[in-house]
């Protein structure tokens, strides 16, 4: 693939099984056909057997850059986790941003294939065009944000600088079917559980070493016209523009007002499409307001930083702080990012306005690992379920029951319990483990 640029044409295949790293060229004309990332992530599974497994030893877990990934191309840090879903059954992938996909690119590499299962838990070193399994039992049953910590200093790297890490919580390796990888603290590969796949093979995370030096592309002078007009429309965007466009501003909870104010907005689990619809039909219920747990509200009130990904002008990231007080306990929590999805799922879904609350539970389900989306949404489930009489009060959750909602994600990532067991195989799972006659609406 020498004449093609933007890649390495360097894809390690890691045998965790065995314990071996081998490292190959990418075929030339899957690099032409699939182009890269999503395209040759899916390839790659799809040649492993679409009949496999899921959760089981012959599945694979790709981690895949495209030819864009780490280079001066506004919003190039995107990197694709793909495999068979153990949610879905089958293929999925999910992206996240953040500096990882960038970091890999930098380290060498277009993308990481692991097979197999590590005897003992592992997390893999990438550095310098190598891969460096390493024992991770010291740190399995660790929350992420803990583990980027004892990794961070095991791996002699400073996150911002030229460390990344993506890690999966004790929600993975109890292998909750939406468990997700998280980069860096709060940047996830959530949708579809690709963290339940990486705890079943027993890695515990991939930690990306690397200098700057940035793919350089093969024909320089058309690279540089379309990246001049991807920033120009980039910049003259509403929604984009850097530091004056709703994305920018606000993030991508600059949602939550419009979908309110067009009635797309679903609440009290997908059963009415606005609050206010919710509060007509149910005038004598709970009734809650989206815009406390707007992006307008949080820009005002919580928001404490702007951080952005490997070449984004946009910054979309909304780092927030926020002082709650939880179980007898003042908690100060600090988190990135406070998203549209989440905010609406853990939020208006789930009949709950409060914003400070929601930035706990999304840090929470960050730590455990599991897709915080999937989660408000499961909640949601419960919580239907729970007003319909299909599951005991005594057990169930009520509509916007913060403390209830923040000791289940709890729950759901240690599997503790039979409910919280059956709520981490996912809503569809959860039905059929009811009588079809007690199934929640989904």
Same mark, same amino acid.
């Given at each position: 693939?020498?004449?093609? %640029?933007?890649f390495?044409?360097?894809?390690?295949?890691?045998?965790?099984?065995?314990?071996?790293?081998?490292?190959?060229?990418?075929?030339?004309e899957?690099?032409r056909?699939?182009?890269g990332?999503?395209?040759?992530?899916?390839?790659?599974?799809?040649?492993n057997g679409?009949?496999?497994e899921?959760?089981?030893?012959?599945?694979l877990?790709?981690?895949?850059?495209?030819?864009?990934?780490?280079?001066?191309a506004?919003?190039?840090?995107?990197?694709?986790?793909?495999?068979?879903s153990?949610l879905?059954?089958?293929?999925?992938?999910?992206?996240?941003?953040?500096?990882? %996909?960038?970091?890999?690119?930098w380290?060498?590499?277009?993308?990481?294939?692991? =097979?197999?299962?590590? =005897?003992?838990p592992?997390?893999?070193?990438?550095e310098?065009?190598?891969?460096?399994?390493?024992?991770?039992?010291?740190i399995?049953?660790?929350?992420?944000?803990?583990?980027?910590?004892?990794?961070?200093?095991?791996?002699?790297?400073?996150?911002?600088k030229?460390?990344?890490?993506?890690?999966?919580?004790?929600?993975?390796?109890?292998?909750?079917?939406?468990?997700c990888?998280?980069?860096?603290?709060?940047?996830?590969?959530?949708?579809?559980?690709?963290?339940?796949?990486?705890?079943?093979?027993?890695l515990?995370?991939?930690?990306?070493?690397?200098?700057t030096?940035?793919?350089?592309?093969?024909?320089r002078?058309t690279?540089?016209?379309?990246?001049?007009?991807?920033?120009?429309?980039?910049?003259?965007?509403?929604?984009?523009?850097?530091?004056?466009g709703?994305?920018?501003?606000?993030?991508? +909870?600059?949602?939550? +007002?419009?979908?309110?104010e067009?009635d797309g907005?679903?609440t009290?689990?997908?059963r009415?499409?606005?609050?206010?619809m919710?509060?007509?039909?149910?005038?004598?219920?709970?009734?809650?307001?989206?815009?406390?747990?707007s992006?307008?509200?949080?820009?005002?009130?919580?928001?404490v930083?702007?951080?952005?990904c490997h070449?984004c002008?946009?910054?979309?990231?909304?780092e927030?702080?926020?002082?709650?007080?939880?179980?007898?306990?003042?908690?100060?929590?600090r988190?990135?990012?406070y998203?549209?999805?989440?905010?609406?799922?853990?939020?208006?879904?789930?009949?709950?306005?409060?914003?400070?609350?929601?930035?706990?539970?999304?840090?929470?389900?960050?730590?455990?690992?599991?897709?915080?989306?999937e989660?408000?949404?499961?909640?949601?489930f419960a919580?239907?379920?729970?007003?319909?009489?299909?599951?005991?009060?005594?057990?169930?959750?009520?509509?916007?029951?913060?403390?209830?909602?923040?000791?289940?994600?709890?729950?759901? %990532?240690?599997?503790?319990g039979?409910?919280?067991?059956?709520?981490?195989?996912g809503?569809?799972?959860a039905?059929?483990?009811?009588?079809?006659?007690?199934?929640?609406?989904?």
């Open positions: 693939m020498t004449d093609l %640029g933007g390495h044409d360097n894809v390690a295949r890691i045998d965790l099984s065995a314990g071996d790293v081998d490292y190959e060229s990418i075929d030339d899957d690099a056909h699939y182009i990332g999503r395209g040759l992530g899916v390839k790659y599974v799809f040649d679409p009949d496999v899921p959760l089981g030893e012959e599945n877990l790709a981690f895949m850059n495209g030819p864009l990934t780490g280079t001066q506004p919003m190039s840090g995107r990197i694709a986790v793909v495999t068979k153990p879905t059954g089958t293929v999925t992938d999910s992206h996240h941003g953040g500096w990882s %996909g960038a970091r890999l690119k380290a060498g590499f277009d993308g990481l294939l692991f =097979e197999g299962k590590a =005897e003992h592992v997390y893999a070193v990438v310098d065009g190598e891969v460096e399994l390493r024992d991770a039992s010291h399995w049953g660790y929350g992420v944000h803990e583990t980027m910590d004892e990794l961070e200093s095991e791996v002699d790297g400073a996150y911002g030229n460390l990344s890490t993506m890690a999966i919580g004790p929600g993975a390796e109890n292998e909750v079917r939406y468990a990888i998280i980069n860096e603290d709060d940047r996830a590969s959530g949708r579809g559980g690709t963290g339940a796949v990486m705890g079943s093979k027993n515990k995370a991939v930690v990306v070493k690397s200098g030096e940035m793919p350089k592309p093969a024909d002078e690279f540089m016209e379309g990246h001049k007009a991807a920033m120009q429309a980039i910049q003259e965007s509403d929604v984009t523009a850097p530091n004056e709703g994305l920018s501003v606000y993030g991508t +909870n600059v949602l939550m +007002n419009l979908t309110e067009m907005l679903p009290r689990n997908g009415f499409t606005s609050t206010s919710e509060a007509e039909e149910e005038p004598d219920d709970l009734n809650i307001d989206s815009e406390k747990v992006g307008e509200n949080v820009e005002e009130n919580i928001l930083d702007d951080p952005t070449s002008p946009v910054a979309c990231k909304k927030v702080e926020v002082d709650v007080h939880h179980k007898g306990q003042e908690l100060n929590v988190m990135e990012s998203e549209y999805e989440p905010a609406w799922a853990l939020g208006p879904n789930s009949m709950n306005d409060d914003r400070d609350m929601i930035a706990v539970m999304m840090d929470r389900c960050n730590d455990y690992g599991i897709d915080s989306i989660t408000g949404n499961i909640l949601a919580m239907e379920a729970t007003e319909k009489g299909y599951i005991d009060d005594a057990d169930g959750i009520d509509w916007g029951d913060v403390e209830a909602m923040t000791e289940m994600i709890e729950k759901i %990532g240690k599997r503790e039979d409910l919280a067991d059956t709520l981490a195989e809503q569809e799972r039905a059929r483990r009811s009588t079809p006659t007690t199934a929640a609406s989904t």
